[in-house]
């Protein structure tokens, strides 16, 4: 169970930080889990543990010495699986088996015994002794076994399953919702799969989305929403609660939007673990409650600055850039364009004992070990300014602020890199040269813009074509010289088509690069801000200095064989 465990007795004030410290140290002398530690120092009796875990979570609390288990059940499960996991089958209605555990939060042994006896399970909680002397009761002597051993230690039959830990409070919902004999109990496994399909195929999003008849499940991967399953609608409700309770919500509030959060610990094909959290909202509809969770996992993030999809040229002119001792270096583009993964990934380079690195995030998406990343909370008035002035009084080198969202934090910004810091942040406009007179309009001088601002990058995101299905695509060259190509680039253009394949779910794709525009806001570029001249100005004079279009820079990937005609189409316009 490890420090989800630690957190819940914390939280139901059944032991101390304190001795959730000893406890820690103790597991690390002696071959057992957290749990046995704690009881075995004395600081809580296994009932006691069991139960403070039943009002945490809402699985009922069952006193297995009270409990008789008939044959039939106990041939469900093995001896050897039952040590193994410290699990014991307890009772059987049909295709759904009751199964004690001591930890119900632990979905890789829940899967497991459902793929094992092809039932839906249903746990609930019993004392690690109890199921200990069940166990040794009805299992026989020979099978005579020591207390549970670390999750380190087990074996898990699907490399791909996921843990999913659950933060939620008692009085948030009603622990019926756990106890539906019939309909309710393979829900926890529909919610599983849907969760671990998700992430075995690289999908960034969720959808679960009621309509008038059906009950909709979409993936979103690689930017694109792909239908995968039509539920009947009774699975709808009970779809839903299980979602908002592994997020921390209110299943009883279906008026109003919420947010919540669910982590999850994946297993690796090749041994070790992966946290993933995912980032969960609810919005009510006509039909019910829409629930989007947007998967964060930290090994999608690329931050190394060479794989994003920089041409060499503007890569050469970012990485200058954002090794400049002060100024504010913007990111445009509109949301799902990747412009968190450039932000991290530029902080990331500039990441070092000897800087003081400050991001304002809302919320924050992946954890950077070294930097200081702030949550924007509105409604306590946390809010980028608010964050951002309190930053210079934190000894900063450099900042990050999710958004230019008002003139008050604009101005903020301006004058933290007037005064000597590196300042990172995002706004919303279509390319780089737009983003000066967005900066007008939100108040801010232009002298002031001309003075701070050294670089504006503009980004979209574009699907690859799929490497183990590309084959080559013939065009007309009369449609590539409408793109932008010139004659010799539309006569010499390696242009590749993915025909689908298993590795990209059939799809012709398989993964994402970002296309850039990079404009350097140079002496000439200054001028014009300081004269108020039109964005197309603006454009013009960064393209003769030899700044690459969003366009362009979609064609320099398409005569490569990277993208899509079609992919760049769809994400730009024509110079």
Avoid at 171 to 195: C, H, K, R, Y
Avoid at 531 to 541: D, G, L, V
């Amino acid at each position: 169970m490890g420090s989800n465990l630690g957190e819940l007795l914390i939280r139901e004030k059944i032991i101390s930080a304190e001795q959730l410290k000893s406890a820690q140290e103790f597991l690390k002398k002696h071959d057992v889990s957290l749990g046995s530690a704690i009881i075995a120092l004395g600081y809580v009796s296994g009932e006691e543990m069991a139960q403070g875990l039943s009002r945490q979570l809402g699985y009922p609390y069952i006193d297995l010495d009270q409990f008789e288990v008939y044959p039939d059940v106990i041939n469900l499960i093995q001896a050897e699986t039952a040590k193994k996991y410290m699990i014991m089958p307890i009772h059987r209605i049909r295709s759904f088996l009751t199964l004690a555990m001591v930890d119900p939060t632990d979905l890789d042994v829940i899967e497991d015994i459902r793929f094992r006896t092809g039932m839906s399970i249903q746990p609930v909680i019993a004392s690690e002794a109890g199921i200990l002397n069940a166990i040794n009761k009805y299992y026989g002597s020979s099978h005579a076994v020591r207390p549970k051993r670390t999750m380190d230690d087990i074996e898990l039959a699907d490399d791909s399953k996921v843990s999913i830990v659950e933060d939620v409070k008692e009085e948030e919902f009603d622990v019926q919702e756990f106890e539906q004999p019939a309909d309710e109990a393979p829900i926890i496994t529909l919610v599983n799969s849907i969760f671990i399909e998700a992430i075995k195929k690289g999908a960034s999003d969720v959808h679960f989305e009621p309509y008038e008849k059906t009950f909709r499940v979409r993936y979103r991967i690689d930017g694109i929403l792909y239908e995968t399953m039509n539920l009947p609608m009774k699975f709808k409700n009970p779809v839903l609660s299980r979602v908002k309770i592994l997020s921390n919500m209110n299943i009883a509030e279906k008026r109003l939007p919420q947010d919540g959060r669910i982590r999850m610990r994946v297993r690796l094909e090749k041994g070790g673990r992966k946290d993933v959290d995912m980032r969960v909202s609810s919005i009510p509809t006509i039909f019910g409650e829409k629930i989007v969770a947007r998967i964060l996992d930290r090994e999608m993030l690329k931050i190394d600055l060479t794989q994003l999809g920089f041409e060499p040229e503007a890569l050469d002119v970012f990485k200058k850039a954002i090794v400049r001792p002060w100024g504010i270096i913007l990111v445009t583009g509109p949301t799902g364009s990747g412009k968190t993964n450039t932000l991290y990934s530029a902080i990331s380079t500039l990441n070092a004992l000897e800087k003081n690195i400050m991001t304002a995030e809302d919320p924050v998406e992946f954890y950077i070990p070294g930097i200081n990343q702030v949550n924007i909370k509105d409604e306590i008035n946390l809010n980028f300014a608010t964050s951002l002035r309190a930053f210079l009084r934190q000894d900063p080198d450099i900042m990050l602020v999710g958004e230019m969202r008002d003139a008050e934090t604009v101005d903020i910004a301006i004058k933290a890199a007037l005064t000597g810091h590196l300042v990172f942040s995002t706004v919303h406009t279509n390319d780089a040269a737009a983003t000066v007179h967005r900066l007008i309009n939100m108040g801010c001088e232009p002298f002031l813009i001309a003075d701070s601002v050294i670089l504006v990058v503009a980004q979209r995101l574009v699907r690859r074509v799929c490497k183990k299905c590309a084959a080559p695509q013939k065009l007309p060259k009369k449609t590539l010289l409408e793109m932008g190509f010139s004659e010799e680039e539309a006569d010499s253009a390696n242009i590749l088509l993915g025909k689908g394949c298993e590795a990209c779910n059939n799809t012709g794709f398989k993964g994402r690069t970002g296309l850039f525009e990079v404009m350097q806001v140079t002496a000439d570029i200054r001028d014009l801000i300081l004269n108020r001249s039109q964005s197309r100005e603006i454009k013009a004079k960064a393209i003769e200095q030899g700044m690459l279009t969003l366009r362009r820079s979609g064609l320099t990937k398409i005569k490569a064989g990277i993208t899509t005609v079609e992919e760049v189409l769809r994400e730009t316009i024509k110079d």
